[in-house]
């Protein structure tokens, strides 16, 4: 009873702290995206709200999210929540909230990407605190996520989760050499989480996939190295729209699958 009493005092404040609901459209499909205050994240709004979808866009700190706010004041079917993706209770709350709305995609975004001047240390360079956070936000975090949003996924039209890892992740497709521990490591263990979790989600219903962006121009310390020329690097408008295209595209045979961001290939483990 006091537990009860509780969880409805949480989705009260729950309520009283967003605008939630306040211009969600019932005839139109929703999509809960995580990390929605910039990069990738905050495309995935712009390019979502422009098809006039229900955007449920979460950010760490909403109060700062500038560019989300404007997005949201223009378009009154884009929501923010505030989510910190290591807060269990929270994302258990937001299910709850969005039970009776349901979620057709669920997009975990949110990622901690290492900071360039320390992605090629040696192992005597490993900072132990960012690896343990990276398990935390990269892997474990998007296992909650989709755990927690599973029936509201499931009781949706659409019915897809799409997971944001990384070739980096990726035994076959990463550089062969030693760089970005926890990042590669956190991306791996989110790969097995999903690849185990694909096996549970066929009988819900549910696609769910796991798609690679690209080498996207989102990071900051990218232009600080403004000599250091990444190949292949495209911008965050041309990868989201393509990632997009593929999310549309999906079928239950992509359920448990590695995608590519530019044509939906299947990418090897
Ligand atoms: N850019 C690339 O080339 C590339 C390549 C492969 C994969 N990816 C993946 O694509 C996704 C987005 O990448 P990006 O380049 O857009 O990254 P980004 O610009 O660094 O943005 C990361 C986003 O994740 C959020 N975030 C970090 N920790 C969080 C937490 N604990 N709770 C909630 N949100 C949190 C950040 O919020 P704050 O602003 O509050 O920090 C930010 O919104 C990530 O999963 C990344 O690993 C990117």
Redesign the pocket.
């Known amino acids: 009873m006091r537990i009860n009493l509780l969880r409805v005092l949480g989705l009260i404040m729950l309520a009283l702290s967003s605008n939630a609901g306040a211009g969600l459209d019932p005839d139109q499909p929703t999509v809960f995206i995580?990390?929605?205050?910039?990069?990738?994240?905050l495309e995935f709004v712009r390019q979502y709200a422009a098809r006039d979808w229900n955007v449920i866009a979460?950010?760490?700190?909403p109060g700062r999210a500038d560019e989300l706010q404007t997005l949201a004041a223009e378009y009154k079917h884009v929501v923010i929540e505030q989510?910190?993706?290591?807060d269990f209770d929270r994302i258990d709350a937001l299910a709850a909230k969005y039970a009776e709305q349901t979620v057709d995609v669920l997009i975990s975004?949110?990622?901690?990407?290492p900071k360039y001047r320390s992605a090629f240390k040696r192992v005597d360079g490993v900072d132990w605190d960012i690896t343990r956070k990276s398990m935390e936000?990269?892997a474990i975090?998007p296992l909650k996520l989709a755990q927690a949003f599973m029936d509201t996924v499931a009781a949706s039209d659409q019915k897809k989760i799409v997971m944001?890892?990384?070739?980096?992740g990726s035994f076959e497709l990463s550089p062969k050499m030693p760089m970005m521990y926890s990042?590669r490591g956190s991306?791996a263990a989110l790969n097995m989480f999903m690849y185990t979790l694909a096996f549970e989600t066929p009988k819900k219903g549910i696609i769910l996939t796991l798609l690679?962006?690209?080498?996207?121009n989102?990071?900051d310390d990218m232009e600080q190295f403004k000599g250091i020329k990444i190949p292949n690097t495209i911008e965050t408008d041309e990868s989201v729209s393509k990632m997009l295209a593929v999310i549309d595209g999906l079928t239950p045979e992509d359920n448990g699958k590695f995608l590519n961001y530019e044509d939906g290939a299947v990418l090897p483990w």
Request: proline share 3%; hydrophobic share 30%.
């Open positions: 995580t990390g929605a205050n910039r990069g990738i994240g979460t950010a760490r700190k989510l910190d993706v290591t975004n949110a990622g901690l990407t936000v990269n975090a944001i890892t990384s070739k980096g990042y991306k690679s962006p690209g080498q996207v989102t990071m």
